[in-house]
């Protein structure tokens, strides 16, 4: 296994962009690829940024400011996330949408990587404020979204009534109903079914074949996943029903925790009750304790940075697979490595949004819906190709999962590259 040296351990926590270049580098590292794509690779395609006027409901006006970053679009239309929230910067934009590249490589997906957002609490913004700042964003965006082009999706302090707000905006301004030019939107205007749960899907899925990968029977695997919420509670549910014994699960007040197994089903999900895990509990711990249980699996599927310097040494798992989108530092995710404990990436294992996303705009474009039956089929299928390609990487070259998994978004988007060329 390649493990980092002292000197490749930076300051925690970095920022996406910082993380996104430094996981490029790594996996160019491992392959013959032109410097020339990894330069070009290196920085966003465009970046816009907009302001947006939008009247208080008290008959003021705010102007607010949104971005939209565009990575790269070789292997097709942009995509990714849009979200509302006070912290959206530019750069941090520009850092997730190199993610939503090397996600949607791995996937094979075909398109790119995008992120936008508005620096907005979203708390403090009535229903209808919210409603005319996504429509006032749609109009800013007209002209850099579309379904050919670039497509949003939910994101932090955004859901699936927001995007049918956007997708309606937008297809008023283009004067023809256009449900491609986001995803995740409801099922009613041309969402999918199984969207919102096919991230905590994929994280289930993963772990059971890294279960197998490590001849470790899915039935006598014990599990605890940090995070109770979409991710987390689907994640933990279908592991519970495909066998496996989940001894804790957690929400941001602490986690039940049961030795011989939770009843997932009897435990209520962010979405059923926020934040109600501890009230059901009959034996509570904290998320502390709960990432450093003796368990097979982990899956932090809660926030990012939770697993760092100060508590790597002590993680007991036998395995992780990461549910949150960067749940591990740089220098957390060192010292798993040193410790041997294999790590299945976020880029990996909570593909399946983005994956269903995929389908969705495949249904919109056809103007044909798919059973929810058809969706999980094919989000299994997508899911085990991934896996056994970024398997593949880890045998063949004695990598670490999430290098694999870089190393084979790099090999395509090289390959795609390369192929396309640069003009002029
Ligand atoms: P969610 O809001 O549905 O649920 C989050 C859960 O985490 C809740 O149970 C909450 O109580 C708990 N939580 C919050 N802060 C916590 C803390 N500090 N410690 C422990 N628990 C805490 O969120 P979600 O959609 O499940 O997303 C979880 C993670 O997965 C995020 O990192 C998100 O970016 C990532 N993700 C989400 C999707 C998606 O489509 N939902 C897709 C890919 C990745």
């Not at 249980?293 to 992780?320: C, K, M, Y």
Request: proline share 6%; with cysteine.
């Amino acid at each position: 296994m390649n493990v980092p040296t002292t000197e490749e351990r930076v300051e925690e926590p970095e920022t996406a962009l910082a993380t996104a270049r430094r996981q490029l580098d790594r996996a160019a590292t491992h392959l013959e690829i032109d410097p020339a794509v990894v330069e070009r690779l290196k920085h966003p395609a465009r970046v816009q940024r907009v302001s947006l006027p939008v009247e208080r409901d008290d008959g003021s006006l705010e102007v607010f400011t949104g971005y939209r970053a565009q990575h790269d679009s070789v292997r097709g239309p942009f995509k990714g996330g849009m979200r509302y929230h006070p912290g959206v910067t530019e750069d941090e934009c520009i850092g997730l949408s190199m993610w939503m590249t090397w996600k949607t490589a791995v996937m094979d997906l075909p398109f790119g990587g995008a992120k936008g957002g508005v620096v907005v609490d979203p708390k403090e913004l009535s229903h209808e404020e919210t409603e005319r700042l996504t429509r006032r964003f749609a109009q800013e965006l007209r002209d850099t979204v579309g379904p050919m082009h670039d497509i949003p999706a939910p994101d932090m302090g955004t859901d699936a009534e927001t995007m049918g707000w956007f997708m309606d905006a937008y297809s008023v301004l283009q004067g023809e109903t256009t449900p491609g030019v986001v995803t995740g939107k409801p099922p009613v205007i041309g969402g999918s079914h199984g969207r919102e749960e096919a991230p905590g899907r994929s994280v289930a899925i993963v772990a059971r074949e890294a279960c197998g990968y490590y001849d470790l029977p899915l039935e006598e695997a014990t599990v605890t996943v940090q995070g109770y919420g979409s991710v987390g509670a689907n994640a933990a549910r279908l592991l519970d029903s495909w066998g496996a014994t989940v001894v804790a699960v957690s929400d941001v007040n602490g986690a039940a925790y049961d030795p011989e197994g939770l009843e997932t089903g009897a435990i209520p999900t962010h979405e059923e009750e926020p934040e109600a895990v501890t009230k059901v509990a009959d034996r509570t711990i904290d998320n502390g304790e709960l990432l450093e249980l003796d368990v097979d699996v982990l899956i932090p599927a809660a926030v990012g940075n939770v697993i760092t310097t100060r508590n790597a040494d002590a993680i007991a798992a036998d395995l992780v697979v990461e549910g949150a989108n960067g749940p591990i530092t740089v220098s957390g995710d060192s010292i798993l490595r040193e410790r041997d404990i294999p790590v299945i990436p976020d880029i990996l294992a909570n593909a399946g949004g983005v994956t269903v996303s995929y389908f969705e705009w495949l249904q919109d474009i056809n103007r044909r819906s798919w059973t929810h039956e058809r969706v999980n089929e094919e989000l299994e299928s997508e899911m085990l190709r991934a896996w056994n390609a970024v398997a593949e990487r880890v045998d063949e070259r004695d990598l670490a999962w999430r290098d694999a998994a870089y190393v084979l978004a790099l090999e395509r988007l090289g390959a795609a590259h390369g192929a396309r060329g640069l003009w002029p």
